[in-house]
């Protein structure tokens, strides 16, 4: 260990880092971090939108095969829980048309079901309003082409 004379005694020298060496490794790290987390995040927003979509495409296939089954779409705001459950005016129902209960969108709102729909008028309107949650905006997932 080297030893430095300074007032007339022996001292260690301590070996370790100094405040400006830490502050410059918490600089680099945040540097990388704002590099980088803004890719992870858009990532994961993409992911939830294409969720949205093959939920949404699974719903159309229950759908139609409910129409198959029955004759018509399920009617009202909350037809989609008849995919689950039977109607009770349901004579050739041959469901459950999905697994499990109506799951809620990734960003953990209700998709929106409408039969007959405003834009499909022959069958029925599905949607999710997207991460910002309100219906009619331009982030909203349908299952039909948006009017510009």
């Given amino acids: 260990m080297k030893t430095n004379l300074r007032n007339g005694r022996a001292r260690a020298t301590r070996s370790g880092f100094t405040l400006i060496e830490l502050l410059l490794v918490l600089v680099i790290l945040g540097i990388l971090a704002a590099i980088v987390v803004p890719?992870?995040?858009?990532?994961?927003?993409?992911?939830r939108e294409t969720a949205a979509r093959t939920q949404i495409a699974t719903f159309g296939t229950a759908l139609d095969s409910f129409e198959v089954d029955v004759g018509y779409y399920p009617k009202g705001r909350?037809?989609?829980?008849?995919?689950f459950t039977q109607p009770r005016d349901a004579q050739n129902w041959r469901g459950p048309y999905i697994k499990n209960e109506i799951p809620k969108d990734p960003w953990q709102n209700d998709y929106v079901y409408e039969c007959p729909g405003k834009n499909n008028p022959s069958s029925y309107d599905l949607l999710s309003m997207g991460p910002d949650g309100r219906a009619g905006t331009e982030d909203d997932i349908t299952n039909y082409s948006k009017k510009k």
């Fill in 39 to 47: 890719k992870f995040s858009g990532r994961t927003e993409q992911a």
């Fill in 78 to 83: 909350n037809g989609l829980g008849d995919l």
